[in-house]
């Protein structure tokens, strides 16, 4: 198992930028394991934002490409979602995963963060 923690959520105007982070410890970082950020809002199912592997290839939801990038320190143990031009939309709880099988489909994620807060306001 992975343990993950985030931080770095917030609230923020729309338009501005926000950086989360995820620290993640235990069986960490093997050359298999992906990375990935999803998001919750109360009444929805969590979904899919990003992800990315060990060799840096990425994937994103349609509605955050060209405004979020993801990527990792591996040397750190760490995996960060930058968030630009930031719209109320994106209001939710994010969630760090972790996919052991090194797998970026996210239905692979089986290791999860307790989630940190992002508020855009208009």
């Known amino acids: 198992q992975v343990q993950l923690l985030e931080s770095g959520g917030g609230l923020v105007q729309a338009g501005g930028s926000l950086t989360l982070s995820c620290a993640a410890s235990?069986?960490?970082?093997?050359?298999?394991?992906?990375m990935g950020w999803f998001r919750q809002t109360p009444g929805k199912e969590r979904e899919f934002v990003a992800a990315i592997s060990w060799t840096g290839g990425y994937t994103y939801r349609d509605s955050v490409k060209g405004r979020f990038i993801i990527y990792r320190d591996n040397a750190k143990n760490t995996v960060h979602l930058q968030m630009n031009s930031l719209k109320p939309e994106d209001t939710a709880v994010y969630y760090c995963?972790?996919?052991?099988?090194?797998?970026?489909?996210?239905?692979?994620?089986?290791?999860w963060g307790q989630g940190t807060q992002v508020t855009v306001s208009s």
């Open positions: 235990g069986r960490t970082f093997s050359r298999y394991v992906a």
């Open positions: 995963a972790a996919s052991v099988s090194g797998s970026r489909d996210e239905r692979a994620f089986d290791s």
